[in-house]
């Protein structure tokens, strides 16, 4: 396992402190080491948020993300102020309503209509998170979608489960669609 | 049986460490950073028969802990920033009282209100000169989530077993990271329970020791012991004495149920340090950071190490001492604008050149910084 180092942006309530926990959980469950660390404090509140997750086959020393290998960005706000200081070859997961203000450095963009997608085909916008998290995974290919669903259901709500392998199901093929 | 693995939060590891260690009773004001503590212990304490109580202020709930204490159960208080300094005159009381209580100290930057929500190591000098007289102090530095449970449990076998007051100095980077936790097992960490007095029994001097014993059995409030608990100097009966020669005996013991166990109290980890030639002193999230230096520094060629002051009071000073000898430069790397470094500066005695580097401004050291002051150093030397 390398060491990917992941930058999950939007703005306070749109769950990407709960996708982080989630994402860093599935690692750990898999073997791997991971840690997790999020802003707080005003600018967590209406502003952007930001999750960091730091996911790595060694010992994780530094606690903090200094260039993501994987930037998430669910709003403007977000993308304007987190999209930078990326890896080269980084990968970056935007809104399709955002963009971009400046040149993310790197050449993987996706572009996908998460928060569309969650509000108009599963049906509940507070799953924008959970499709996020399997349009992430399925780019990436980290853990198999047992490995992920198993995940995402420690921690959601007992009685949402088909509600969120509805979402996983819809960001897998965000990420299938795309590739034309 | 296998260790269960978990992601946790390092203030979460803190309440789970305590509830290894036996702790039964929380008192205290929340605030951020350190809040997690207080709301777990809220959740997780009713189920085990402990009591949680939020208190009108910070004074008020290391005093609620402290009379837990002397009635038998392990307490322990959260803080951070302004709260560790209103908690200051109590934390002197328990020290002269001889009361067992862990303090836990989430640290933000500072002073005053300061920065709510980001990290410092700024509190190092206060926790160990921050109540008045003179008295000594034992503290703790977590590195990790794992070492926060780690050192939780060992804060309360230390308060215990030298009936003391015991700091656990964490940061806000530390208690609020979540990481890859392997939880201890039943049995797997020693818990240490204070030696308790004979319930009933008449005891004309409490404070007198037992041939063996570091400090004097402990009376159980309401256990039917006559015991009298001051913040006065006292003598053995427990009444107040003002007697300059018994303030010399009991501030003697005081100080030597501490000094004379200093090998028992004092933990360090050693990190690269045998072949090293720049050294670092670092403690708690900051020797993260130092490692993650080391490692670069190695794959350049550099021999640079670390000890980590696991122990922060008493200091490790036999162990800042041999590495005085052993290197010529110590680089003291802390979040803070220079606080441990006076320390390690008395101790080195200008045997080994002693460098600082940090900041007080929320913002963590990075490894890039740490590896250009080694070289630079190095460089100097040449």
Known sequence: ?180 | MANKIALMQGNEACVQGALYAGYRFYAGYPITPSTEIAELSALELPKVGGKFIQMEDEIGGIAAAIGASIAGTKAMTATSGPGFSLKQENIGYAVMAQIPLVIVNVMRGGPSTGLPTQSAQADIMQAKWGSHGDYPMIALSPISVRETFDLTVRAFNLAEKYRTPVMLMTDEVIGHLRERVEIPVEGELEVFDRITAEAGKLRRRPYEKEPGEIVPAMSVFGDGNRTHTTGLFYNETGFPSNSTENAKIMLDRIFSKIYDHVDDIVQVEEYELADCEVAFVAFGSTSRVVKAAIKQLRADGIKAGLLRAITIWPSPEKQIRALAEQVDHIIVAEQNEGQYVREVQRIVEGRAKVYHIGRGNGEILTPPELIDLVKEVKHATK
Do not use: W
């Open chain 1, 1 to 180: 396992m390398k060491h990917i180092e992941f930058r999950l942006t939007g703005s306070g309530g749109q769950g990407v402190l709960m996708l982080g926990v989630i994402l860093a959980e599935a690692a750990i469950n898999k073997g791997y080491n991971a840690i997790q660390s999020q802003s707080y404090g005003p600018e967590a509140r209406g502003g952007a948020s930001r999750c960091e997750v730091i996911i790595s086959g060694q010992d994780i020393d530094f606690p903090e993300v200094q260039q993501p290998d994987v930037l998430l960005a669910l709003t403007q706000l977000a993308a304007d102020k987190y999209a930078r200081d990326l890896k080269a070859d980084a990968i970056v997961i935007i809104d399709d309503s955002i963009e971009l203000s400046h040149d993310p450095g790197t050449k993987n963009i996706y572009r996908l209509p998460i928060l569309v997608t969650a509000r108009d085909v599963v049906r509940k916008e507070l799953t924008a998170n959970i499709v996020s998290l399997a349009a992430i995974n399925q780019i990436l290919g980290l853990f198999d979608q047992a490995e992920l669903l198993e995940a995402i259901l420690h921690r959601v709500p007992k009685g949402t489960e088909i509600l969120n392998q509805r979402a996983v199901d819809a960001g897998i093929e965000l990420v299938q669609n795309h590739a034309g």
